[in-house]
């Protein structure tokens, strides 16, 4: 009998141990916040095979990140200017998740219309902005705004039959101007905080889309338009607007608050690339390419740092602290990625290979406390197994394809 009951409480004991993740680092990002006031801090959204998408967040500019939460459908993500703490979520449809404490729990507020963008007023203190389109048998831009910190809002069509809007931004510089940006050659100014609209398209190609917008932190007249076309660029706040050439397709587009004249563009043709300026947008030269592929419309300046710039990938957080010359994954803590296969060779004891689908192939040679991602090779597919032989300088790999 008592050699029963110690049998029932090892089995006990076995069942309430928990798992702790030890790596690999990274994961399917899917939105990224950068706070403006407070560059270190940092929210991120990453894609998980289930209802609920991990929220980490860190305080240490991506040295150490730590999951606070969880959400369903998320793709984009703004932090407050004026509380690190409250940071702003919207999935595209009808509804703003909202958090007060870094990310941790989430409140909803109904939309009277589809979202598409967000962002908040660099100005008055819980002034948020959304924007996006009534949908019928057409699509009606739309504007709202929130007075509490996103627990309420109202809006309304910013004008008749123009599409939807894909692109937000407010001046930094003149309190109460927000631009928008969308379908059909679409760009408009509001002076009074979004009360009243008008459209400042002239020089825009008919019929292109502008797909990203940046105001410029030391000139209220600058500002740079993101379209499938190319870049454009204006100095008299949208009056007149000229073409600067590429990049094209342009999803994303930030100038620097920390250096105004540098900023960095996120565009892709043919191969995907980021752009950055040193003369306020007159000239777009490419950068090193993101790898792995970046998230669109994702890309955001480094307040603190004229020459840093953030971007989500598929694989985790990538930075730059060069200009986009070089690219540096900041994962630390992030372990959401599932693990597709992992294989230890029994003649080396503590190694381990493992594939992390959508993210590579990683190896540890001390039982998984580090990790270190090996190159790239894969053609078609994520890997569904991994074969290991005993070589005279290690071990040999042989993977195996999902796609053949």
Known sequence: MIRTIVLLLAVAAVAAAEWVPIGPDGGNVVALAVSPNQPGTLVCVLYANDTVQPVYRTTDGGA??????????????????????????????????????????????????????????????????????????????????????????????????????????ASSIDSGAIYLGGEYSSVFRSTDGGATWEERSAGLTPGDIVLSLSASHGDAGVLCAGTITGMYRTTDAGANWALTG?????????????????????????????????????????????????????????????????????????????????????????????????????WNPGHLYLEVAGVGVFKSLDAGRNWEKCADFLSCGNICGIGLAPGPGGDILYALEGAG
């Open 64 to 169: 150490a990140w730590q999951r606070v939460g969880g959400l369903s459908r998320i793709a984009l993500a703004v932090i407050d200017p004026f509380d690190p703490l409250t940071v702003y979520c919207s999935d595209g449809g009808m509804t703003i998740q909202r958090s007060t404490d870094g990310g941790a729990t989430w409140q909803t507020a109904p939309l009277p219309f589809n979202t598409a963008v967000l962002g908040c007023d660099p100005f008055v203190p819980g002034r948020v902005y959304v924007a996006g389109a009534y949908y019928d048998s057409i699509a009606i831009p739309a504007f709202g705004v929130s007075t509490d910190c996103g627990a309420s809002w109202t809006g309304g069509p910013v004008v008749q039959d123009t599409g939807s809007i894909m692109t937000l931004d």
């Open 246 to 346: 590429d990049p094209r397709f342009v999803m994303s587009v930030d100038f620097s608050p920390a250096e105004p004249d540098k900023g960095y563009a996120y565009g892709y043709d043919t191969a995907v690339a980021c752009f950055a300026t040193t003369d306020a947008g007159v000239n777009w030269r490419p950068t090193a390419p993101i790898a792995p592929t970046a998230r669109l419309g994702g890309l955001t300046a480094d307040p603190g740092l004229g020459d840093g710039v953030w971007c989500p990938t598929a694989s985790g957080v990538m930075r730059s602290t060069d200009r986009g010359a070089h690219w540096n994954p900041v994962n630390a803590g992030i372990r959401t990625a599932g693990i597709s296969t992992i294989s230890a060779p029994p």
